[in-house]
C-alpha cells in the first residue's frame, strides 16, 4: 500500500472517487494505484503532485 498517498488523500479530505474523478481515471484504477499494484502514468503522478501539494517520489512510496 502507498500509506503516503493514501494519507494525502484522507488529510485533503477526498475520497478514492473523488480524486480517480480528477484525474479522470476509473475508481477502480485509482484504488489500485493507491493499493501499490499499479504503477500509474507519469502524467496521473504529475496532477497528484499538484493535487495534494507533495512531491510524487514521496507520494509512489510503497
Given at each position: 500500500m502507498r500509506k503516503n498517498l493514501k494519507?494525502?488523500?484522507?488529510k485533503a479530505g477526498m475520497t478514492q472517487?473523488?480524486?480517480a474523478e480528477y484525474l479522470g481515471i476509473t475508481l477502480s484504477h485509482y484504488q489500485m494505484?493507491?493499493?501499490?499494484?499499479?504503477i500509474g502514468a507519469v502524467?496521473?503522478?504529475d496532477?497528484?503532485?499538484?493535487?495534494f501539494n507533495?512531491?510524487?517520489r514521496k507520494l509512489r512510496e510503497i
Open positions: 494519507e494525502a488523500r484522507q472517487k473523488q480524486v494505484i493507491e493499493q501499490g499494484n499499479r502524467d496521473l503522478w496532477k497528484l503532485e499538484d493535487l507533495i512531491h510524487q
